[in-house]
């Protein structure tokens, strides 16, 4: 395997000196200009009531991000090498490779090899616009990517099979062919991942830890039709299904959702609905996911939260963070997960006042089912948030954008008194609320 990367590699960066050239800087800067916890205190992260005026780099919502990548193309070979030069200032890490590929064509046939830190989201079935996003990126907008929101498990992020086995940076070689089977349009793609879970490669200790997947997307006149199987050990495997009808004028609608299994046993599923409106001068999307695990499920979490936000102190390199008030971790009792069923919604508004002004705005929930409706028993209520903003464009692609973020979580919980009665936990101020300002600074070219 490790030649066939090598030769691809070779052969692109050798024929590619000869195709197009690109160059690109993709600079983000993320921090926050004001945050403050306005009630209710968690003492897991010591959200405590709180100001803060941080403006810092270091401190807070995202960080700083930089990446600077090459790439050269061409009909017959190209490559791609994406570089961070300061991945963690504050940690004293060291300049770092985000991917390297090479891909060579040979008829209707595309081989390619190397490494994705990000993986290979295609972000038109993801329905995420950059522009819609306002920069604010998965802390706002858009939290979730297709599949189930647990981590944890095969489905998160279900589009991504070059990552297969979950590692960073997982060597990856893929073959991919296009062309028509009678009036239908297909693509088809085959994965192998090289690099398994927690180091572990081809039969180590005697089971197969390297990845595998599949991805075939059809299009007709009328329908858009993507299939996803991957598998990163012999019993652990994932399957997703999404549609994406076609000729629908300025609404694009992607609906579909995931199986993951170990061996026979069904651990998790989800479905996803997205839609989006581009009108002239505005747009309107909204994303709708469900997700379910079962208590053999291995995951421990559900992968974001979109409630309050607050300073939660200094990580482990003495760095103060932004972060969820309240993140859900999973119940250490043997009957499974705290949390097994959670529905996320997300309705974003972008409005052009000018040919470099937009107003942004976006509103998400998190419902957690379990116990909703039980009267016997404790129920974590709904996280919430509401997010107007602006970006400003300086020209080009190069912007500033602000928001306000109003955040709540356990809005309406109820937890169980002495007597095991339901009483609001509101009363016992286990009801965190906030605000948060974000500001990011993005430079593309």
């Known amino acids: 395997m490790k030649k066939i990367f090598g030769v691809i590699a070779l052969a692109s960066l050798t024929l590619g000196a000869f195709a197009d050239a690109e160059f690109a800087v993709n600079y983000r800067t993320q921090m926050s200009g004001f945050s403050r916890v306005m009630s209710g205190d968690d003492a897991t992260l010591g959200a405590k ?3 803060s005026y941080l403006f810092t780099q270091d401190q807070g919502y ?21 570089i961070d030069p300061f991945p963690g200032k504050s940690g004293g890490e060291k300049l770092q490779i985000n991917q390297y590929s090479g891909y060579v064509n040979v008829g209707k046939f595309t ?9 290979q989201y295609v972000g038109d079935w993801q329905l995420k616009q950059d522009a819609d996003a306002c920069n604010l990126g998965g ?13 944890g498990i095969s489905t998160l992020g279900i589009d991504d099979i070059a990552n297969i086995a979950g590692g960073d940076k997982a060597a990856t070689f893929y073959a991919k062919w296009g062309g028509a089977v009678g009036p239908k349009k297909t693509f088809v793609e085959l994965y192998a991942s090289a690099i398994g879970i927690d180091g572990k490669t081809w039969d180590d200790e005697g ?63 989800n479905v996803d609905l997205r839609m989006r409106y581009a009108g002239k001068g505005y747009s309107v999307t909204f994303f709708n996911n469900i997700s379910h695990i079962t208590n053999n499920s291995t995951a421990t979490a559900v992968n974001k939260t979109v409630g309050a936000w607050a300073e939660v102190g200094p990580d482990s390199k003495g ?52 116990n909703m409706l039980n009267d016997d028993a404790a129920w974590a209520g709904i996280d919430a948030f509401v997010c107007p903003g602006i970006q400003i464009f300086a020209g ?19 937890t ?23 500001v990011v600074m993005r430079i593309r070219f």
Not at 333 to 355: D, E, F, H, I, P
Not at 396 to 414: E, L, N, P, W, Y
């Open 49 to 51: 009531k709180h100001t």
């Open 62 to 82: 995202g960080g700083a991000s930089d990446t600077i990548s090459a790439t050269v193309a061409g009909d017959l070979c190209g490559a791609t090498i994406r």
């Open 111 to 119: 081989l390619n090899a190397g490494a994705w830190k990000d993986g």
């Open 139 to 151: 802390e706002t907008f858009a939290a979730y990517k297709l599949g189930n929101m647990f981590k």
């Open 207 to 269: 089971t197969v830890y390297s990845g595998f997947g599949f991805k075939a997307d059809v299009t007709t006149k009328t329908l858009r039709t993507q299939f996803i199987a991957k598998s990163k050990s012999i019993s652990d495997k994932a399957f997703g299904l999404y549609f994406m009808p076609q000729g629908t004028g300025a609404l694009t609608t992607v609906f579909g959702g995931t199986l993951g299994f170990t061996g026979a046993d069904l651990t998790d599923a």
């Open 319 to 370: 760095v103060n963070k932004i972060q969820a008030a309240t993140p859900l971790v999973s119940s250490a009792a043997g009957n499974g997960q705290k949390y097994n069923t959670v529905m996320w919604n997300m309705l974003a508004l972008r409005y052009k006042l000018s040919n470099k002004v937009f107003f942004t705005a976006e509103a998400g929930d998190m419902v957690y089912f379990n």
């Open 396 to 414: 080009g692609k190069t912007s500033v954008s602000m928001g306000v973020r109003f955040g709540a979580t356990g809005i309406g919980a109820q």
């Open 416 to 438: 169980l008194d002495a007597h095991g009665d339901r009483e609001s936990a509101y009363e016992n101020s286990e009801m965190t609320t906030s605000v948060l300002v974000p």
